[in-house]
């Protein structure tokens, strides 16, 4: 015989406990709800403060742009600041190299008549441009007597390098001037200061050297008119 099993039967939940069960329900869905506004809540204040920080990064991106601006402003007037200072330098420059031009001439000749040359005419800032050859030469004074001519180059600071360049200048001084052909050209440099080395080598090449002399007045150096460069 099949013996019959008794199915258990699930028990009903009495009305109050219904009511607690879904006042528990509604608290749980109350404290989602809470959690869920909680949650929204750090995110409006994440995206105010992201917010907040984009328009830091426009303002920091604008302070720099107006800074760079500046920066390029103050370049331009540092630019311009340097050109008017060095235009300055050069007229400075300029009008000091006339101003010694003007007091060499009369020395210039006195001084070579002391040495026995019969200098009896003297061209300040002489300059000529042969077209053909373009060709031109800028010579400070030109002294010249009936045999020889002697080209001076005046220099309120002089160098080695000052002196290499006039002597190269004024190899093609016949060139240019066929006029002077049948003189003999003597070179001289006259200086208020000499580089160290320069005025050692200044008689090297076989230049006349003037120079201010202690008593502060120019004076020019004792020569061996052996070794003078003659062109």
Same mark, same amino acid.
């Given at each position: 015989?099949?013996t019959?099993t008794?199915?258990?039967?699930?028990?009903?939940p009495?009305?109050?406990?219904?009511?607690?069960?879904?006042r528990?329900?509604?608290?749980k869905?109350?404290?989602t709800?809470?959690k869920? /506004?909680?949650?929204?809540?750090k995110? /409006?204040?994440?995206d105010?403060?992201?917010q907040?920080?984009?328009?830091?990064?426009?303002?920091?991106?604008?302070?720099?742009?107006?800074?760079?601006?500046?920066m /390029?402003k103050?370049?331009?007037?540092?630019?311009?600041?340097?050109?008017k200072?060095?235009?300055?330098a050069?007229?400075?420059?300029?009008?000091?190299g006339?101003?010694?031009?003007?007091?060499?001439?009369?020395?210039?000749?006195?001084?070579?008549?002391?040495?026995?040359y019969?200098?009896?005419?003297?061209?300040?800032?002489?300059?000529?441009?042969?077209?053909?050859?373009?060709k031109?030469?800028?010579?400070?004074?030109?002294?010249?007597?009936d045999?020889i001519?002697i080209?001076?180059?005046?220099?309120?600071?002089?160098?080695?390098?000052?002196?290499?360049h006039?002597?190269?200048?004024?190899?093609?001084?016949?060139e240019?001037?066929?006029?002077?052909?049948?003189?003999?050209?003597?070179?001289?440099?006259?200086a208020?200061?000499?580089?160290?080395?320069?005025?050692q080598y200044a008689?090297? /090449?076989?230049?006349?050297v003037?120079?201010?002399?202690?008593?502060?007045?120019?004076?020019?150096?004792p020569?061996?008119?052996?070794?003078?460069?003659?062109?």
């Amino acid at each position: 015989m099949k013996t019959l099993t008794k199915k258990a039967v699930k028990r009903v939940p009495s009305w109050d406990e219904l009511k607690e069960m879904f006042r528990e329900t509604d608290r749980k869905f109350q404290e989602t709800d809470r959690k869920f /506004q909680e949650t929204d809540r750090k995110f /409006q204040e994440t995206d105010r403060k992201f917010q907040e920080t984009d328009k830091r990064f426009q303002e920091t991106n604008l302070q720099m742009l107006e800074t760079e601006k500046k920066m /390029q402003k103050t370049d331009e007037q540092v630019k311009e600041t340097c050109k008017k200072l060095s235009e300055l330098a050069n007229s400075f420059t300029s009008q000091t190299g006339h101003i010694i031009e003007g007091l060499m001439e009369p020395s210039a000749m006195r001084m070579f008549q002391e040495r026995g040359y019969n200098i009896n005419r003297c061209w300040k800032n002489f300059n000529k441009y042969v077209k053909d050859l373009d060709k031109r030469l800028e010579v400070d004074l030109l002294l010249l007597d009936d045999e020889i001519a002697i080209i001076v180059e005046v220099k309120t600071n002089c160098t080695c390098k000052n002196i290499d360049h006039f002597v190269s200048q004024m190899q093609s001084f016949k060139e240019v001037c066929p006029e002077y052909a049948d003189k003999k050209i003597l070179l001289a440099i006259a200086a208020i200061n000499y580089d160290r080395e320069a005025l050692q080598y200044a008689h090297k /090449q076989g230049l006349f050297v003037i120079r201010v002399s202690n008593d502060n007045v120019f004076s020019l150096d004792p020569t061996d008119g052996d070794k003078l460069l003659t062109l």
